[in-house]
């Protein structure tokens, strides 16, 4: 069996639609600062996999905008719900390069080790990344996170898989769709014109997933 961390269940369904045997784990883990999806998403899959013992994907996702130098990239949710998606628009509109981008890293953990190709495996390279998660995470519980945490941490390593989608920054269209999507546009179509299979069948997060569907077949 093996626990897609996530509190959507559309995402599952999605998952799905290229694995056997995904099951929803809905699991408060702890979502770091950092500038690179990949380490927010390890430090996720190291945590979910301690506390279910199972094998476990987590997923992490970012609009990143060419002339915004990839911002908001893995700062997107928080942009999402504290600038909006019409003033990021408004922010975007005056440049002379409105190229952008979609991507999602999925990350792997199971307990075990893996080569790391033909995609990358975290093992704790970003360990000053995850000190500063956990020390936030402890310090919001009040206790302390001892150099022994860390290390644990360190010794899961976590398969990566990044799905990226290319696009354009244009002004809102679509009724579909969520987040970025109304102001995404990809071959034509913003993400918020496409159907829910259309929109699947070119994502960022199902291009990852086909990837890592490749891999873990044989895992």
């Known amino acids: 069996m093996l626990n897609f961390v996530t509190t959507n269940p559309g995402k599952v369904r999605e998952a799905r639609e290229y694995l056997d ?7 408060d883990y702890t979502e770091i600062q950092a500038p690179d999806l990949g380490t927010i998403a390890a430090r996720g899959a190291r945590e979910a996999y301690r506390a279910t013992g199972e094998p476990v994907i987590v997923d992490d996702s970012g609009l990143a905008v060419a002339a915004l130098d990839g911002f908001p990239g893995p700062y997107s949710s928080f942009v999402e719900n504290t600038v909006g998606v019409d003033r990021l628009w408004r922010l975007v509109e005056p440049e002379a390069d409105h190229a952008a981008t979609f991507r999602t890293v999925i990350a792997y953990c199971d307990g075990e080790g893996f080569a790391a190709t033909p995609d990358p495996v975290d093992r704790g390279e970003a360990a000053d ?13 009040g206790s ?18 990044e799905g990226v989608v290319p696009g354009t920054i244009v002004a809102p269209r679509g009724d579909g769709g969520f987040g970025y999507d109304p102001i995404f546009e990809h071959d034509g179509r913003t993400f918020a014109e496409l159907s829910t299979a259309e929109k699947n069948a070119v994502s960022h997060r199902g291009r990852a997933l086909a990837a890592f569907a490749e891999w873990f077949q044989d895992r």
């Open 21 to 27: 045997g995904v099951q929803q784990f809905e699991f």
């Open 129 to 141: 990344a995850d000190r500063r998660g956990q020390d936030l995470a402890a310090a919001d519980r």
């Open 144 to 161: 302390a996170t001892t150099d022994d945490q860390v290390r644990a941490e360190e010794d899961l390593p976590v398969k990566l898989f």
